[in-house]
């Protein structure tokens, strides 16, 4: 696995490194001595999959409050997304900032994102699906969300006219954040 640190602290794209042949390829997707020696999280305690239907559809942004801050682990299986990651952290240099990359089946980047961070993302393609490693369990008193058009953080999603669930239009502003 290749780690190349983004722009906003504690967050990684992690390239696999496939050894190919006829049959087709084999990649590791987590190693523990790797992740430890990037001083990321080696402890998975859940393992999450979405499936996602439609081109356009956004779910999120999406994350778990402390004291039981989540850290992901996030690869797409199947189709494309665009992944995206807001600092969320008060005291943070970069609060309210993003990056996005994209996930695809055949791109098999995975984003590594540490607690503190809403994630979400934008199906690029139908039948899309997305896996998670998640460092905490789900507490659902504990669960936030970020506004997917929230102006002040000015995400730049790639498809016009996105579908959301009525949950998501409903999530607050960075500035209604407590």
């Given at each position: 696995?290749?780690f190349?640190?983004?722009?906003l ?55 778990q ?52 961070f ?61």
């Open positions: 696995m290749t190349t640190s983004a722009k602290a504690g967050v990684w794209l992690i390239e696999l490194e496939p050894r190919i042949d006829e049959r087709g390829f084999f990649a590791r997707t987590f190693c523990k001595r790797e992740f430890e020696a990037h001083g990321l999280n080696t402890q998975w305690v859940q393992s999450n999959l979405s499936r996602t239907m439609l081109r356009g559809i956004i779910r999120g942004l999406h994350w409050a402390e004291p039981r801050a989540e850290v992901k682990l996030v690869r797409c299986d199947a189709g494309a997304i665009w992944d995206v990651v807001v600092d969320v952290q008060r005291a943070s240099p970069t609060f309210g900032h993003w990056e996005a990359y994209e996930l695809t089946a055949e791109n098999g980047r995975q984003l590594y994102i540490p607690a503190g809403a994630h979400g993302f934008q199906c690029l393609k139908d039948h899309s699906e997305v896996s998670y490693q998640m460092g905490e369990f789900y507490f659902s008193d504990l669960a936030r969300g970020l506004r997917w058009n929230d102006p002040t953080v000015g995400i730049m999603w790639p498809l016009a006219e996105p579908v959301l669930s009525e949950r998501d239009r409903q999530l607050p502003l960075l500035g209604e954040l407590s």
